[in-house]
């Protein structure tokens, strides 16, 4: 009985197929009869993001702020570089937390091994790939500080939260202040982030994290002349946001 049920639903499946190509026989390039594709129907386009370029500079779509298998995230490198092409980005920041490694009984590759896996991915599909990662203390105390444009992650493993942002620098690395509101009631510096302002170790602000905004964070940034951030800090896959309209 079972034997013959499965046999009809294979039948079924087969003309499923069948149909399916005969449907679509038209666009089907390869006339071999012995290997034919079946069209792939998914949604592979990219989805532009038409930002003009302007006063001479080169507009580009960013996210500098995302995670993979290699810290807390669930999602392998190479497909962080297809969600953003999917997207429309032009340039992706891999920033793994140094410090929090949830799967690191499984994955434990050295620190800069998710950018590694991620490059080539990235030349394939023309992302700008930069490196990066997350200095990961506690929040409101401390806090989270992406450093991007870095040399060696590894270097950046360091007890003293401070010291790794200074060997971020001495990197030549960008740093920003990650999701300041995060488990927040308000938005304040506490003294150890002002001790970072002080040494000119912020250079930037989180004002969107994944779907929190912080405005307040944009009156830091013009007051103190930092720079805004708008990340998704996706530790999931990213959901297609934008249907592209095939019409
Ligand atoms: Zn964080
Ligand atoms: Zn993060």
């Known amino acids: 009985m079972m034997k013959r049920l499965f046999a009809v639903m294979l039948l079924c499946f087969t003309y499923a197929a069948f149909f399916s190509i005969v449907a ?7 006339t071999n009869p012995n290997k034919q594709f079946i069209p792939d129907k998914s949604n592979h386009v990219r989805n532009e993001v038409v930002i003009p370029d302007f006063a001479g500079y080169k507009v580009l779509k960013g996210d500098f702020h995302i995670h993979t298998v290699f810290s807390d995230g669930v999602v392998w490198p190479t497909y962080r570089i297809q969600e953003a ?20 009984q499984y994955i434990n590759a050295d620190r800069n091994t998710s950018m590694k896996i991620a490059a080539p991915e990235a030349e ?40 790794a942002l200074r060997e971020a620098r001495r990197q030549g690395a960008f740093i920003f202040f990650n999701h ?40 830091w940034c013009k007051d103190l002349n930092l720079t805004l951030f708008a990340t998704s800090d996706a530790h999931d896959p990213v959901p297609v946001y934008f249907k592209y309209d095939r019409r």
């Open 85 to 104: 092409w999917r997207d429309g980005l032009d340039i992706l920041a891999i920033s793994d937390h140094i410090e929090y490694r949830p799967h690191s």
């Open 124 to 163: 394939k599909l023309g992302i700008l790939l930069v490196p990066a990662t997350e200095v990961t203390r506690e929040q409101g105390v401390i806090g989270h500080f992406n450093a991007i444009f870095i040399k060696d992650a590894e270097l950046m493993n360091l007890e003293d939260p401070k010291e």
């Open 180 to 219: 300041p509101g995060w488990k927040m009631d308000t938005l304040v510096f506490s003294p150890f982030q002002k001790e970072l302002l002080e040494e000119g170790l912020i250079d930037g602000v989180e004002a969107v994290n994944g779907f929190e905004f912080y405005p307040r964070a944009i009156s």
């Open 24 to 30: 679509d026989a038209q666009r089907i390039e390869n």
